[in-house]
């Protein structure tokens, strides 16, 4: 009982003496609550960092525990002891009535209008045509339509155009139990200077997670095209190529003790010829790339955020790798590993791609934490494959894109549950979720356990991300950020990347009609 009186100004003399770093994160975070939350956090949140005082500087395994949380997360108040038994709903058969409990039906019909316009591929079409002509930019016809996107399009993705917006979007999402992964949509890099500009406005939304409700945001995330100049990465990964293709090829700026780039199998086509070696300026451009992804995970590392880095296209793909396992290597450490890549599954190579990564880091004691996705860029390397003349990269179907995708992640997932890294499962496939979702079970890891995690799009796969959290997983939505004009241009390359995307919500349609049915004439849910 005497822990209870524990004080603020008490915990700020913990943060000047016994826990210098991660107190100060924890008592910042506390301030926010209401009293009363507040006490119990700080408590639960210290007892926790005095037991992991190794651990310390990075107290994300720590402070992020959901199964800690439950006692002050608004959602839980339904299921504390005196309110009745839990009901967790059956992920073969979800109810509809369970899942949107706790949306209004106003809600449900924005989402459902909303997902009956985007799955109807001419009419996205002619909107994406239109917000990328000059007609978005005429005088008089710029505001009006911002106006439109941002209560349609960029209200049903998007978390907001700055930090109080996204306070609210986030805590909409937090009552229903869901977090967010803030994405800036920052990209493609053209120099140091947009690189430089481009780091303090990552650095910024990074920092405004404490301003937003305590434990609503997961994960931070960028994309390395963002902090890296895009001729960079595309030169660097023609050289890995050529020396992956020709072992005997030395690269002076490559480190010796990195991680695994390619399998056996790994294409090497787009190295033609021996490209040219890298500038004095250009590598000093790759020290300043691997500066200011330091910066971002000790930024990280404070804010006891881990950092999801995107993939993209395969002409860059090798260079990120690099970049992200270099600081893999310098920062996952303890238990809980803070950066996490990216493994695209419709590539033929990504399952032995990743066992031979983790082969690696489990050997070297290093924690590996990995995004899966099935990925965006079916069109262009299937275009650019046929130009060169050569085998595509992708799977030649689907359900062969699904079948690497559960192959991975259960492969994933059984090294999680030894303790070797953990997981983010970003996918909108119901199916693949539930073969996820029944792997961790048989693996024993399921409500609270940081080492799986769910992810989805914002107003993508709402059926599968509900399921999921209301099964006892961790669940968050993708959640692009920012002004309006930057972030649609940013949602506009990610339709046209991934076309079938936006069409692909007939579950959610289907289960959101239902809903109201019922709700309004007493129609049956199934």
Not at 441 to 451: A, F, K, Q, T
């Amino acid at each position: 009982m005497a822990a209870r009186r524990i004080g603020i100004g008490s915990l700020r003399k913990l943060q000047r003496h016994r826990f210098p770093i991660a107190a100060a994160a924890v008592v910042d975070r506390a301030v926010l609550l209401p009293a009363q939350d507040r006490r119990a956090e700080v408590f639960d949140r210290l007892g926790n960092l005095a037991k992991n005082r190794q651990s310390l500087c990075y107290h994300y395994s720590t402070s992020a525990r959901i199964d800690d949380a439950d006692s002050f997360h608004p959602a839980f108040e339904d299921d504390a002891s005196g309110g009745g038994t839990a009901v967790t709903p059956d992920l073969e058969r979800p109810n509809a009535e369970l899942l949107f409990s706790r949306m209004s039906s106003g809600e449900l019909l924005k989402t459902l209008l909303n997902l009956q316009v985007m799955a109807c591929g001419p009419l996205v079409d002619v909107g994406i045509k239109v917000l990328k002509s000059p007609v978005a930019n005429h005088r008089f016809l710029k505001k009006p339509i911002e106006w439109c996107v941002k209560r349609t399009i960029y209200s049903h993705f998007c978390a907001g155009e700055n930090a109080a917006e996204a306070s609210r979007t986030l805590q909409k999402l937090w009552e229903l139990r869901l977090r967010g992964v803030l994405d800036s949509g920052l990209e493609d890099a053209a120099d140091n200077a947009s690189c430089d500009e481009n780091l303090q406005q990552l650095l910024a939304t990074i920092r405004e997670t404490i301003a937003l409700p305590h434990g609503s945001v997961s994960y931070a995330c960028v994309k390395i095209t963002a902090i890296a100049p895009l001729s960079l990465l595309e030169k660097m990964s023609l050289l890995l190529r050529w020396q992956h293709r020709n072992p005997e090829v030395e690269l002076p700026w490559k480190q010796q003790d990195g991680l695994p780039l390619f399998a056996p199998e790994s294409p090497t086509y787009h190295a033609q010829t021996e490209p040219e070696p890298l500038t004095r300026e250009e590598e000093s451009n790759l020290v300043l790339a691997l500066e200011r992804l330091s910066k971002l995970c000790e930024c990280c590392e404070l804010q006891g955020l881990p950092l999801l880095v995107d993939a993209e296209y395969t002409s860059v793909q090798p260079a990120i790798d690099y970049i992200t396992y270099t600081a893999a290597v310098k920062f996952n450490r303890g238990s809980q590993p803070l950066v996490h890549g990216t493994i695209q599954a419709y590539l033929k190579d990504s399952l032995s791609r990743l066992e031979m990564v983790v082969h690696e880091t489990t050997k070297r004691g290093i924690p590996f934490g990995v995004k899966l996705v099935r990925g965006a860029y079916l069109s262009r390397e299937t275009a650019l494959a046929k130009v060169l003349g050569v085998p595509s990269p992708i799977h030649a179907s689907i359900q062969d894109t699904h079948r690497c995708y559960d192959r991975c992640a259960a492969f994933m997932l059984e090294q999680a549950s030894r303790g070797h890294g953990s997981i983010v499962l970003a996918t909108h496939n119901f199916e693949s979720g539930k073969a996820a979702a029944h792997k961790s079970e048989e693996l024993g890891m399921r409500r609270g356990d940081l080492r799986v995690h769910f992810a989805q799009l914002k107003g993508m796969a709402d059926g599968l991300s509900l399921s999921l959290v209301q099964a006892g997983f961790q669940v968050s939505k993708y959640l692009p950020f920012g002004p309006v004009p930057r972030v649609i241009q940013y949602l506009i390359r990610r339709a046209e990347e991934n076309r079938g995307l936006l069409g692909n919500s007939r579950d959610d349609r289907r289960w959101i009609s239902k809903e109201l049915a019922a709700r309004w004439f007493g129609l049956p849910r199934n």
